[in-house]
């Protein structure tokens, strides 16, 4: 392969073999600031960041990410900031046109070739290269590659300015806001969320930029162009065959021939890997031509399979193709990660509901709704990483990209990939924009419907082999007009091998002479459906039958007439974050809590200050429906008090939805994705952590309700209820029911012997028949254990805080009182600049009843699957012995030395804290943060260290009852960690220490 030299202007050399991506040393510009042409500024009069208007700009992202990096505009993220940014509708598109120039080195030899590439562009751009002009076309998602090979300067530097324009329609946000603003961005081929949503302010600049990656490419005379894989299943997925194609381009004026080469490796460790296939193959490529070339196929058997989160592991292999060209040597590479399974999707006829199948095995889908990482699309592979896991740490196994954001790039599904998380795409049309919404809007989709299909078809290359990718959807809430959705249906038609859902075809022979190899459609291997509403989703039909998006009491989830369908898109609720957040985002005007006003019918009606107005605050009351949640714990005092209230909501509020879509898997239900998960700017609704990357509480609601194996009560009824979405018979299990009373006695305590779980079924147990005792309280807690009868060991734990029907909460208030004594244990894995935590947190409450089981036993095989799956930052809560975990340490140390390059510092001294406290009782709603030590930050500042992945947050331990929690986080060099412990009734803040990165 050829190499690459590229210096970009204030940055080093860059070396690198095929491909250089060009991400600093930028400069940018207001065109209409500028005087001199494109010809100009790449060719006599170059700009510097030092010469006025000129900036350091940021590429990839956009005009107005380039503006705030440079402080020329407030922060659009904080407070009421957005409102004092000039919008695109008042200043006219040329305020936001801009031109960006950076400058790299370029050296050949022999038949090479140079691209420049542009993966994303919104919405035109001119581009001048040393004086050349070449234009790239209209549309936010569209790929570019120019052949510059004739243009390129090899003696000295590479002049490269860039003029974007802003989309063609960026319209007007109407006094009232409104869903898409006027909608007039629906006659673009561009993201939609900009004008403004129910949950996002407007974009000022729509997003205009480079906002994705700027490449330069070497090959030789032959380039690979959109390899496409595709693997098929025989004789019940013992025997599996790999497709092939790839389009390869002649760039020379003579007939090239060349040793293709096709390999399929899996990594052993780091460092080494297995071939499991090397094949060669040669064709002859005419002059300028390009030719489409189907490999032959490559058989495996048993190969490992690539599951969602929760069904089992995410095998991947690296495919590598190769084209060698005769007299040149190796002229391009292509490698890809690609996993083995089958998806497909069919309308359930017992629910009504889309089913999904991985291969053979039916999933019960819990995710939610995603719009993007941010909302001026500062995107970062590092921020996707946090992002897909933190959705695999919820045990989530599907994520919707709804139809208003963008086409996620590939960085995004390669953590899909990694992490488990299917992934249902959409298509630039929404509701709202595209025929629907108030006042109703333009029918007939995006102005150039050429555009948006060949759009399309380029996202469907760039996507297309990636694991987690499980369906393609015309748009949200509205389907495309006629002529697109007609071409898409075509385009995306299935490959007659993936059309049936029979599982035993007995060879690879049954393709017949009809039917082409797989690969060599556009997709095939996926349903395309035309709209979120339509096939097997709400009611099938395209009414708006999503929904709600409001508070709920939580029993209303498990009622049968909750939600009439099978499998529903959105359902939404609140989302506010934690006090920090709100401090570290908003003025202290924004400190004040909502108005409680008193209504008809005894209901509270909750007005929020401005500012949360602004950022779409949801309340946590539905005045004549839902009494407000966070005053069931009585009236909130100050900014503290509101936000710790909240969590226990947020907390209560997803977990019930998600254990009520359960409670119903397969008899009612298919699926369920949540709005939304998360937001893409600082708003006050819908999230499971907020912009900053801190998680709410309903993040850990989440957690525990999508567990594989998981028990519930359901509050409807009051039946504990098992679950268990594993393909795999669980038999030999007990459930622990133990109810405890905040004068930390044990009045109710009940063991449930012999039960066995069918898979994938959800079975009711029995009745937990305390609220009809005699001398039931008012408030209570209630702890739930399923266990192996064998070994004692914890499937899984459940914690309830519940009252009385009819009652509420607020004699929690006084339990804030209580001063229940703890024991913290904690030891630290330093490795570079990343830390890995344990900690071991007991209630040293006297245990009074010796009937409880031990909470030290670990929960199944979940420690060996830690040191199995150690990039999987504890993939599952985990309440194991002291013992144990010390035990699996020490035998862990070879493994992360081989994966960390050695450690900075492991402590293998657990340091043991003892917090006061005289009292017994529950230690209610404990809640851990790490931050950096106060002589590193600004004094009264945000001192937390975002993101941290923990193993399970927001917890509560019954008397003599011992949790292990494990955190991990990086931080910049310098910096001393702390870890914080409080809770509802531990005040202390109790801080832990635990050593500085030197710098």
Not at 539 to 555: A, R, V
Not at 908 to 933: C, M, P
């Amino acid at each position: 392969m050829a190499m690459i030299r590229a210096t970009v202007s204030g940055g080093g050399l860059v070396e690198g073999f095929g491909k250089t991506v060009l991400n600093s040393g930028w400069v940018a510009a207001r065109s209409a600031e500028v005087s001199r042409s494109g010809v100009q500024l790449t060719t006599t009069s170059p700009p510097s960041a030092d010469e006025a208007p000129w900036m350091e700009a940021l590429v990839p992202g956009t005009v107005l990410g380039t503006l705030l990096k440079n402080k020329l505009v407030p922060d659009p993220f904080y407070g009421l900031e957005n409102e004092a940014i000039i919008d695109i509708a008042d200043s006219g598109r040329e305020h936001y046109t801009f031109w960006f120039f950076t400058t790299f080195d370029c050296s050949l030899t022999g038949n090479q070739h140079v691209d420049l590439n542009f993966r994303g562009v919104n919405y035109s751009a001119e581009v001048y290269l040393n004086g050349h002009k070449k234009d790239l076309e209209k549309g936010m998602f569209l790929r570019h590659s120019l052949d510059v090979t004739d243009i390129v300067n090899l003696q000295g530097k590479n002049m490269l300015a860039v003029l974007v324009y802003p989309p063609d329609n960026p319209g007007k946000i109407p006094l009232e806001g409104g869903q898409g603003g006027d909608h007039e961005i629906g006659k673009d081929v561009a993201a939609q969320y900009v004008e403004g949503w129910d949950w996002m302010a407007p974009i000022r600049d729509r997003n205009t930029g480079i906002w994705d990656e700027v490449s330069i490419s070497v090959t030789g005379p032959v380039k690979i162009h959109d390899p496409h894989l595709v693997s098929s299943f025989f004789d019940d997925y013992k025997r599996v065959y790999l497709h092939s194609t790839v389009e390869f381009e002649n760039r020379s004026s003579w007939p090239a021939e060349c040793s293709l080469s096709i390999q399929v490796s899996t990594n052993l460790e780091e460092g080494i890997c297995l071939v499991e296939h090397l094949q060669a193959q040669v064709l002859t490529i005419p002059a300028s031509k390009q030719v489409q070339y189907t490999f032959p196929l490559l058989f495996f058997y048993r190969p490992n399979l690539w599951w969602p989160n929760g069904m089992g592991k995410q095998s991947l292999y690296n495919v590598e193709i190769l084209v060698d060209v005769k007299g040149h040597g190796e002229s391009d590479t292509w490698k890809h990660y690609f996993g083995f399974r089958k998806i497909d999707s069919s309308i359930d006829p017992t629910t009504g509901g889309r089913l999904f199948r991985i291969n053979g095995q039916p999933i019960f889908i819990r995710g939610g709704n995603w719009i993007l990482s941010d909302g001026l699309l500062r995107l970062s592979e590092k921020r996707y990483q946090t992002d897909i896991k933190f959705h695999a740490d919820m045990n989530f196994n599907m994520i919707r990209c709804w139809g208003g954001g963008i086409a996620e790039r590939p960085e995004f599904y390669h953590y899909c990939d990694v992490y488990g998380l299917l992934v249902w795409q959409e298509f630039w049309i929404t509701g709202d924009c595209d025929g629907r919404g108030v006042p109703v809007s333009n029918p007939n989709g995006p102005l150039d419907h050429d555009l948006f299909l060949k759009s399309a078809r380029d996202t469907v290359k760039l996507l297309r082999n990636h694991a987690s990718l499980a369906l393609w959807v015309g748009g949200n809430e509205q389907i495309p007009p006629n002529d697109i959705n007609t071409a898409l249906k075509n385009d995306l038609k299935l490959h007659p091998l993936f059309q049936s859902t029979n599982e035993k075809l007995k060879s690879v022979e049954n393709f017949g002479s009809s039917s082409s190899d797989p690969s060599q459609y556009l997709d095939g291997t996926r349903q395309y459906v035309p709209g979120s509403l339509w096939d097997g989703f709400a009611n099938g039909k395209g009414d708006f039958t999503d929904g709600p998006y409001e508070i709920q009491d939580p029993s209303n989830f498990f009622r049968d007439d909750f939600y009439k369908y099978g499998f529903n898109p959105e359902v939404g609720s609140v989302g506010m974050p934690v006090a920090a957040t709100i401090r570290a985002t908003m003025p202290p005007e924004a400190w004040k809590i909502p108005l409680f006003i008193k209504v008809d019918g005894g209901f509270i009606e909750e007005v929020p200050n401005p500012i949360w107005k602004y950022h779409k605050y949801i309340p946590y009351s539905k005045p004549g429906k839902v009494h407000d949640q966070i005053e069931l714990y009585g009236t909130p005092k100050d900014l503290d008090d509101f936000c710790e209230k909240a969590q226990l909501v947020n907390y209560v509020q997803y977990r019930a939805l998600l254990e009520g879509w359960t409670s119903r898997m397969w008899t009612k239900y298919t699926g369920v994705l949540i709005w939304k998960t998360q937001n893409p700017w600082t708003g006050l609704r819908g999230q499971f952590y907020d912009h900053l990357l801190d998680q709410t509480a309903g993040f850990y609601g989440c957690r525990s309700a999508a567990e594989p194996i998981h028990v519930q009560l359901n509050l409807d009824t009051y039946f504990v209820e098992v679950v268990n979405t594993t393909s795999t018979e669980i038999t030999n299990l007990a459930i622990e029911v133990s109810v405890w009373d905040l004068e930390a006695t044990c009045p109710y305590y009940k063991v449930i012997n012999d039960i066995s779980l069918s898979p994938k079924r959800t079975i009711k147990i029995a009745e937990m028949k305390y609220p009809k005792t005699k001398n039931a309280k008012p408030v209570y807690f209630l702890l739930l254990k399923l266990f192996r009868q064998s070994d004692k060991s914890i499937l899984s734990r459940n914690f309830y805080w519940l009252h009385q029907q009819g009652g509420d909460c607020r004699l929690l208030e006084a339990y804030r009182t209580k001063k229940v004594p703890l024991q913290i244990k904690s030891q630290v894995t330093i490795m570079g600049t990343n830390y890995k935590v344990q900690m071991h947190i007991q209630n040293l409450s006297e245990k009074r009843d010796s009937r409880i089981l031990s909470n030290e036993n670990p929960i199944g095989d979940r420690v060996r699957d830690y040191l199995q799956n150690y990039d999987n930052d504890f993939d599952t809560r985990s309440t194991d012995a002291l013992e144990e975990h010390t035990d699996v340490l020490e035998k862990s140390k070879s493994l992360l030395s081989r994966m960390f390059g050695g450690f900075s510092k492991m402590d293998n001294d657990w340091k043991v804290i003892q917090t006061g406290g005289n009292d017994s009782g529950v230690a209610f709603f404990l809640h851990l943060s790490v931050h950096a030590s106060r002589e590193s930050s600004e004094p009264g500042g945000d001192t937390r260290i975002l993101p941290v992945h923990y193993s399970d947050n927001y917890f509560s331990l019954v008397p003599g009852e011992t949790m292990s929690i494990n955190l991990s986080f990086g931080v910049q060099p310098g910096v001393a960690p702390r870890i914080t412990l409080q809770g509802w009734n531990h005040h202390y803040r109790h801080s832990i220490s635990i050593g500085t990165i030197s710098s």
